[in-house]
Each structure stands twice: as structure tokens, then as C-alpha cells.
């Protein structure tokens, strides 16, 4: 992975004065002579213009004129895409929102956090208090060991010596509900990012995910499952699993199944980088070991895995900390080396991602009616592809969270 671009650090201040309020604008924002990337089709649509009133895309034209009195911004050609979604991320701060904004990410679905900052950053979202990205909370993973997640709630002490019985399943399960989950995260197999842990062991049953799987159901929410070994992968897509977290080392088998049930699968292949780079949030010369074997594994697995047709979604595994090495355009771009076409990476940040998010009809492509998520990068991203990692204009339900145009004085 890249190191932290320093644009991010010096176009940071644009943000603090949008902690008050951000509320999408009734006066119309016109975007003209866009170059439209909707995620719909493979292909350009040309000087486009684009119109947002109360957070929503109302107009998409060639060569339309902008309405009477709408704030126009003109592109002179630059290229207009769906906002990105980080199908898993671990933002747990202001700061590490507002980096994530202004890497282009619009939506992020959460892998959890300690306390429930992702659900109060949510709510924060909602109100208007700050400009984005839109939280996909998962609240506290249920996990064997809940560490120091069981400080989060005063009802989880009772976890103390792990939680691995159907009772606590359940009971685990209920308490995120009540704190207003919007997913369910747990855990097939062992972390990858700590240095005495083998990611390949299996850490819950099928049994147990199946459990998991049905209280979840009960309350309406899906599962997302933590997952590099096969073993613990297989039991998750088993038991029904909605989506599988890493699958460094998943086999044809595991991958063949997943396509029968429709699994998506979140490699979080970018993070690897992170893990074999001195620095970033990982920093441990035993990662950095393990993380050169499994980066050739997971690259052949995200290969198999695109050759069978398993829904593929763009992430980071970031906690967008100011040492992060990690955006999802970055795993867009490996995406790309790794045999996908342009168009089919991008997607897999925005409209295969918003199915994963099951929210296609409010974001994830450029049509009218839709949530106005929109980035702008000053290159065809499906020729360069890393042009991507460079936003100029971001745009989170409407509002426009940074804007870094124009370059030349008028």
C-alpha cells in the first residue's frame, strides 16, 4: 500500500467547519461538462451535467443546461463517479471519518468498533452534525474473547470468561440489536494482524455460526463473517453466512459453494500491503513476514474467486488512522492487476457493493432519484484506473464534504 497521501492532511481543515451543520442544500448543485462514469455501463457519457437538489441526483443529460440559480461547478472534462463504499472498515472517530470522506469513500459498512462509535457516528451522519461517510454499523463483534469490547456495555461483564455457549450467542446478538446494529459481525478464524496468531485456525463451529446466523435472522440483520482459513470459511458459508471477510486461503470448493449461495466475498486484499510495510497500523516485522506468504494467496484466491462470478466488494480493514496505508481505491487498483476490467473494480466499490450493503436503490451507481454520492478524479479511471486515489471533489448525500477545484486563478 501507498503511504498517507499528504493532500489528505492538508485539505483536512475543510471538514472542521462542516461539524455544525451539513444538512443537503435546497439550492440545486449543477455539475457540467462531466465526463459520467455511472457504474451502469462500461463507458464514458461526455460533457454531462448532472444536477443535485436535496441530496438526490435529479438530472443526468448531455449537454444539459443547469437549472436558474443552481450553485454550477464545471468539470471542463474531469470524470464524475458513484462515491466509493468501503464494504469493511473500523471507523471509530471524527478524524477517522473525515479521512475516509476525503479518500472518496461516501458509504462505509463497519467491521465493528470498541464502544459504538460507529453507531453514534451514524446518527451523527443522519443528523447532519458531519458531512459523512453514511456508517453501516456492526457494533461489537461476537467474538470467543471479547477483549476490551466488554467496557462497551455494562450488560457485557457477564462475558468475562468468553462467549461461547448458545445462550451467549443469543444473548451477545440481542445486545447489539439493542444498540442499533445494522450488521452482524463474528469471527470463523483467527486474526491476521496479530503476531501470535495463525489466521488459518477456526475459531467457532459450524454449529455455533449457525446460531449466530439464526439470531441474526431473527432480528432481521445478515452476517458477516471474519474468515482467512478455509475451514472456518466453510463452516460460515454453511451455516449462511452473508459474506466472507479475507478468505486468504479459501479453496475451490469453499469458493464454489459461496457462488451456489450467492456469498459475497470482501478480501480486504489491500490491507496485506499494510501488514508487509514498515509503518502503517500493523508495524511488526512477524507480519511483515507472514503478510509476503499471504499476499500470492490471496491474489490466486480474489483470481479463482472473479473467474467463478462470486460477487467481489472493494474494501480496507482500515481503522483510517493518520499512519493508515490503506484506501479502497488502493484495493480498486489491485483489483485491476489482479485480471479485473476497470469498470468491473469500480463496481466492486460502488454498485456491487451497495447490493452487499443491500442499498442499490438508494446509492452505489449515477441515475436520477438516487443519493447524490458522488466523487470527482481528473483522469478516465477506466484507462487509469489509479486516478481513483485522487479525488478532487467529494460529494456525501448531497453535500459537498471537499472541493479542490479549480487549479488555476480566475
Not at 193 to 211: F, H, K, M
Not at 383 to 390: F, G, N, V
Request: net charge neutral; proline share 5%.
Amino acid at each position: 500500500m501507498s503511504r498517507v497521501q499528504p493532500i489528505f492532511r492538508v485539505f483536512s481543515f475543510l471538514f472542521l467547519s462542516l461539524t455544525v451543520s451539513v444538512q443537503a442544500q435546497t439550492t440545486p448543485i449543477a455539475f457540467i461538462h462531466a465526463s459520467v462514469i455511472d457504474g451502469l455501463q462500461p463507458a464514458v457519457i461526455p460533457d454531462a451535467t448532472v444536477v443535485v437538489e436535496n441530496g438526490r441526483i435529479v438530472e443526468v443529460t448531455r449537454g444539459g443546461r443547469p437549472p436558474i440559480g443552481a450553485q454550477v461547478i464545471d468539470l471542463e472534462g474531469k470524470y464524475l463517479l458513484p462515491g466509493l463504499i468501503d464494504g469493511h472498515a473500523h471507523i471509530a472517530s471524527l478524524a477517522a471519518a473525515r479521512r475516509a470522506l476525503s479518500s472518496g469513500v461516501t458509504t462505509a459498512r463497519s467491521g465493528n468498533t470498541y464502544a459504538f462509535q460507529d453507531v453514534a457516528l451514524r446518527e451523527m451522519v443522519k443528523q447532519g452534525a458531519i458531512p459523512g461517510p453514511e456508517i453501516f454499523a456492526a457494533v461489537v463483534f461476537v467474538t470467543p474473547d471479547l477483549e476490551e469490547r466488554i467496557l462497551a456495555d455494562p450488560r457485557l461483564a457477564r462475558f468475562h470468561k468468553g462467549v461461547e455457549t448458545e445462550e451467549d450467542l443469543r444473548y451477545l446478538i440481542r445486545i447489539n440489536v439493542d444498540r442499533g446494529v445494522d450488521v452482524i459481525k463474528t469471527r470463523g478464524t483467527a486474526r491476521a494482524g496479530l503476531p501470535n496468531t495463525d489466521p488459518r485456525q477456526q475459531v467457532y463451529s459450524e454449529a455455533q455460526l449457525r446460531i449466530i446466523v439464526d439470531e441474526a435472522a431473527r432480528h432481521g440483520k445478515r452476517v458477516m463473517v471474519h474468515a482467512h482459513g478455509n475451514e472456518g470459511a466453510l463452516a460460515a458459508v454453511k451455516a449462511g453466512a452473508w459474506s466472507i471477510e479475507h478468505g486468504t486461503y479459501l479453496t475451490e470448493e469453499t469458493l464454489k459453494l459461496m457462488k451456489e449461495k450467492g456469498t459475497f466475498l470482501v478480501p480486504t486484499y489491500a490491507t496485506i500491503f499494510d501488514l508487509m510495510t514498515p509503518g502503517g497500523e500493523y508495524d511488526d516485522v512477524t507480519l511483515q513476514l507472514g503478510g509476503q506468504h499471504m499476499e500470492p494467496r490471496a491474489a490466486r484466491m480474489v483470481q479463482t474467486a472473479y473467474r467463478m462470478g462470486i460477487k467481489i466488494v472493494a474494501s480496507t480493514d482500515a481503522d483510517y488512522l493518520p499512519q493508515g496505508l490503506t484506501r479502497v481505491a488502493h484495493e480498486v487498483t489491485h483489483f485491476v492487476r489482479l485480471g479485473m476490467t476497470a469498470f468491473e473494480a469500480i463496481r466492486s466499490a460502488t454498485a456491487v457493493a451497495a447490493e452487499c450493503l443491500e442499498i442499490q436503490n438508494r446509492t452505489g451507481t449515477i441515475k436520477k432519484g438516487l443519493e447524490a454520492d458522488l466523487i470527482v478524479v481528473e483522469q478516465n479511471p477506466l484507462i487509469y484506473i489509479e486516478s481513483i486515489q485522487d479525488p478532487l471533489v467529494v460529494m456525501s448525500n448531497g453535500v459537498i464534504a471537499l472541493n479542490r477545484l479549480p487549479f488555476g486563478k480566475n
